[in-house]
């Protein structure tokens, strides 16, 4: 194989301590950089790990560091972010490493339920289902957030995670917006409480590298924002 | 990771104010010695004469200008509707500063 022809890729193997391993890969179009990660477990090292699902962007499970910045891997072709003909891969920033490429996603998923980025309602199933007019500002808000697939590239992203441990994160603080902006959601005053501290929206530089990185072309910082926005109106109001 | 607008206009908004929280308690207390006569007032005016400490006076300027502007950008990022406007509102920081900063040289000399 020539060299154009081939992939020169290090990936990180081992945990927490590890090292760079160079592969070389067969080059291809339309190569993606899971397609690579695939071929080398497949066919020269079947004791890699990694994730992945879904293949297509849905289920947000195969993200990683591509040449020092956090991607989804099924949608990230080789050709847009080869350096040449090289390629580096290793496990998501901010969070623990399991082993290779996979992370420990615990603490991600526990910050959501920290920032109740759930939906509460006391509604039943025998209720009548709730009439919420798409064009309204408070949907057309809530809309904008709401196809995050928790890939935690924005997590990855993110500075002020690397530097507070503590802070939900823009996933997490996105999702909150997603639900204060929901009309049938019935404690915006408890999803408020759970991000009005510096751990939450407070804490927030606004250096945007959720909005920069996200696959889904979301913006959190929005979102954060808005959530800053509406403690300090809550805030004067009396209500936090 | 960090090679985008909002990151460096993060990185001058604490960087500037990093600075000016060591320069301003220095400037307040060379001002109360002078202002106290705690100190030969004629020296400290002849040393703040030299081309470039006024021209480090310059650069102070910026720093508070640029403080200043990226506070009132992040202000509207977090009061205002989002909007398409982030780098203009970046631009129109380092514009704002940079005139200020020359207007101050320009006064000075």
Known sequence: MTKAQVLDVSVWRGGVSGEFVAYRVPRHDNQTVLDVVTYIQRHLDPTLSYRFACRV?????????????????CRTHVERVANGHRLSLSPLRNLPVIKDLVVDMRTFFT???????????????????????????????????????????????CDVVSWKPDYLG?????????LIN???????????????????????????ACLQHCPMGLNPAAGIAGLKRTVALAALRGEL | MRRHSSYWAFAVHRASGLLLGIFLPIHLWVLSTIITGASDSSGSLDWANNPWVKFGEGGVAMLL????????????IEFLPWGDWQKTAIAVACGVSLMIALSYLLRAF
């Open chain 1, 57 to 73: 962007g849905v289920c947000g499970s195969c993200a990683m560091t591509v040449n020092g910045s956090p991607k989804w891997t």
């Open chain 1, 111 to 157: 910050k959501w339920r920290r920032a109740r980025g759930y939906f509460i309602s006391a509604g039943t199933r025998e209720d009548a289902f709730a009439r919420v007019r798409p064009d309204s500002a408070q949907r057309r808000q809530a809309d904008k957030g709401i196809e995050c697939i928790n890939c935690a590239v924005c997590y990855a992203a």
């Open chain 1, 170 to 178: 823009p996933a997490a603080l996105n999702r909150v917006w997603t």
């Open chain 1, 182 to 208: 929901d009309a049938r959601d019935e404690h915006r005053d408890l999803h408020l409480a759970a991000v009005a501290s510096d751990d939450g929206c407070l804490g927030c530089h606004g250096q945007q």
């Open chain 2, 65 to 76: 200008a640029a403080h200043l502007t990226g506070g009132l950008r992040l202000l509207a």
